[in-house]
């Protein structure tokens, strides 16, 4: 089945530095990408869409010069999080769409801790 | 527009009983329904989805939900609740099967042994 690869996990950096988020489709090409972003105990908010060789498409209130999205390839999409502060310590999901016959498939995840 | 409600945010079932968690959702156009089940720092898992074909859906691990139009309902259900069932669940509506979707608040079950 589809599987959507999200890297790191866990990260944990200094405020003011910047965070690179990896999201993979390993075994197919994901044309459009989604970006969410969930604070504890709450639901997934989503931030961004992106389709692959066009720039991403931000939510109402989303700083898209903080919150960079690269969408390069059919197969990759990253999420950078530029001069991190605490505030911006979340879950960080992303999901895949494999076309509308087969819907979207979410990654992992990603824990990022800024202190 | 597009909005989902999913009514208690905590639910409490004995091991065996049965799980019903509720959702209902707004949609200016036919949805598409998602039930998604999430463990603690993981990412989503999909647990069925309501695509305009039957309105009995069947899902993974034993689960099924409902789609009523009239009540604009999609609660989701199990007969017989294991531990291993404890975890968050999300109600999600889309006006696609592949668009972004809007989540509920999420609804933390928990097993009681």
């Known amino acids: 089945g589809a599987v959507v690869s999200q890297h790191p996990s866990r990260v944990i950096c200094k405020s003011g530095t910047s965070v690179k988020i990896e999201c993979r489709s390993l075994?197919?090409?994901?044309?459009?990408m989604f970006w969410y972003r969930q604070f504890p105990k709450q639901s997934l908010m989503l931030m961004a869409t992106?389709?692959?060789?066009?720039?991403?498409?931000?939510e109402q209130g989303v700083e898209k010069d903080k919150f960079l999205i690269n969408h390069a390839s059919l197969t990759l999409s990253t999420l950078t999080v530029t001069s991190a502060h605490p505030e911006d310590s979340s879950f960080y999901i992303c999901s895949a769409s494999t076309g509308l016959i087969y819907g979207y498939t979410f990654g992992s995840g990603t824990r990022l801790t800024v202190v | 527009a597009q909005s989902v409600t999913q009514l208690g945010s905590h639910v409490s079932v004995s091991e065996g009983a049965l799980v019903l968690l509720r959702c209902n959702y707004s949609?200016?156009?036919?949805?598409?329904l998602f039930w998604y089940v999430q463990y603690p720092n993981q990412g989503l898992q999909l647990l069925l989805k309501y695509t305009s074909a039957a309105t009995l859906v069947k899902g993974i691990n034993g689960f099924e939900a409902e789609f009523k139009k009239s009540e604009t309902s999609f609660h989701l259900t199990k007969p017989s609740a294991h531990m291993s069932d404890a975890a968050e669940y999300f109600c999600a509506v889309s006006h696609t099967n592949a668009g972004k979707s809007t989540f509920g608040d999420g609804t933390t079950l928990t097993v009681k042994p």
């Open positions: 075994d197919f090409q994901a044309t459009t």
């Open positions: 992106s389709n692959e060789g066009s720039k991403a498409t931000y």
């Open positions: 949609s200016s156009v036919p949805p598409y």
